[in-house]
């Protein structure tokens, strides 16, 4: 049996802040990850804030993108899967880093075993974009900080290195 994992991360912080798996890939798991990512967030309206995806039927979902207009998100979607590097990066942690190396025998397993998975990577995993820190720490230290003092952080596209200001961040699913 396929179990599919949909993943929420804050680029800036690079912390993960939405999660969801199922047995299928119906946009329904996407919008529990959207819902969750709100909600840790504390908001369902945000300002200058640019949701990433590939073009799965599951973004494109009226469900879904209608929760991105209504928080008044902007919506990016990639034309190659390279676009969508930093999520694929997690995908890759979580499932080759930490799943696999778990004795996972059911569905419900998984379900706690991804919850422990991602505290982990929040809060334990050290990131060299963020000069060595845990993007939990990250986002404390910058919290601390006035907006003009926020460090900026580099995003790369398929086109160029571009640094975003950390007003305007980047949800990437």
């Known amino acids: 049996m396929f ?13 993960i802040v939405g999660f969801s798996v199922a047995d299928n890939m119906r946009a ?19 300002t200058e804030l640019i949701h990433h995806s590939d073009r799965g039927g599951q973004y494109i979902s009226d469900e879904y ?13 990639c034309n190659e899967v390279y676009e969508n590097a930093h999520i694929e990066r997690v995908n890759g942690t979580i499932k080759n880093q930490y799943l696999r190396h778990w004795n996972i025998t059911n569905f419900e397993q ?30 404390q230290y910058f919290n601390e900080l006035n907006l003009d003092k926020r460090p900026k952080l580099p995003i790369w596209t398929c086109d160029e290195s571009k640094n975003i200001n950390p007003n305007q961040c980047i949800l990437q699913f």
């Open 65 to 77: 993108t209608q929760l991105l207009v209504d928080a008044k998100i902007a919506i990016s979607m």
């Open 28 to 46: 329904e798991n996407n919008v529990n990850a959207l819902k969750m990512a709100f909600k840790v967030r504390n908001t369902h309206k945000f």
């Open 110 to 139: 998984l379900k706690k075993d991804l919850k422990r998975a991602v505290h982990t990577y929040n809060n334990n995993r050290l990131h060299s974009a963020l000069d060595g820190i845990t993007p939990c720490s990250f986002e």
């Open 3 to 15: 179990f599919y994992i949909v993943f929420i991360m804050d680029v800036y912080s690079r912390k």
